[in-house]
């Protein structure tokens, strides 16, 4: 499996969208979609701290996080990546928009630069992400990129597996 260093970012393009690592600069427009460990920061300061312990997981090998730019504006419009599992050949892929650019079809495009680059660059053999049981745009967008159900998780969660190459 392909690992990466810090001044070899996979930066992936795309036709719409491409994926590209967050820069400090970039860090004020994504405050209310800046998570780590479920916790959502609430200043420019705890989204850098947790920028920073992002970037230490990818040097660890652990986590690969994407910023999706827009490629006709150059703007962020939200995030993804792998955050578990690399080290075992596999990957949880997550994801968040930013409000205003639900609806677009931004993250499907996002994901499947993503999985492509998951499947064909890094060589994982197993993508998987998980949802709450509530979260219907999440739900309908894993089936859109052909993932299906394979477990009901504690806290509401369901587990769903990329079934097949995209
Ligand atoms: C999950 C989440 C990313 C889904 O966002 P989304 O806007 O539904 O997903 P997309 O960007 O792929 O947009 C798809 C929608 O845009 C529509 N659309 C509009 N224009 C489009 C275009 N040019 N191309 C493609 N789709 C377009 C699609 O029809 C689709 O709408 P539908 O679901 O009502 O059929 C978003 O709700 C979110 O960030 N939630 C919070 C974080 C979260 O839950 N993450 C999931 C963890 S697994």
């Known amino acids: ?25 970039d860090i004020p427009d994504l405050i209310e979609i800046s998570f780590y460990d479920a916790v959502q920061a609430e200043t420019v300061e705890q989204a850098a701290e947790m920028q920073a312990r992002i970037d230490r997981d ?3 090998g ?9 490629n006709e504006t150059l ?23 930013l409000p205003q650019y639900y609806g677009q079809g931004y993250m499907t495009d996002g994901m499947s630069l993503a ?11 197993r993508i998987w992400a998980a949802t709450s049981r509530e979260n219907g745009p999440a739900m309908k967008l894993l089936e859109r990129l ?9 806290y509401g969660e369901i587990e769903y597996e990329l079934t097949q190459p995209k």
């Open 75 to 97: 703007q962020i419009v939200g995030t993804c990546g792998y955050y578990r599992g690399l080290d075992q050949g596999e990957g949880e892929l997550g994801c968040v928009l």
């Open 1 to 25: 499996m392909k690992q990466f260093q810090f001044n070899d970012f996979p930066n992936v393009k795309g036709s719409r969208v491409s994926l590209r690592q967050i820069m400090d600069a």
């Open 115 to 125: 999985i492509d680059f998951g499947l064909n660059t890094i060589g994982l053999k």
């Open 62 to 70: 652990n986590s690969i996080h994407w910023g999706i730019v827009d």
């Open 146 to 154: 052909h993932f299906v159900k394979i477990a009901d998780l504690s």
């Open 58 to 60: 990818y040097l660890d």
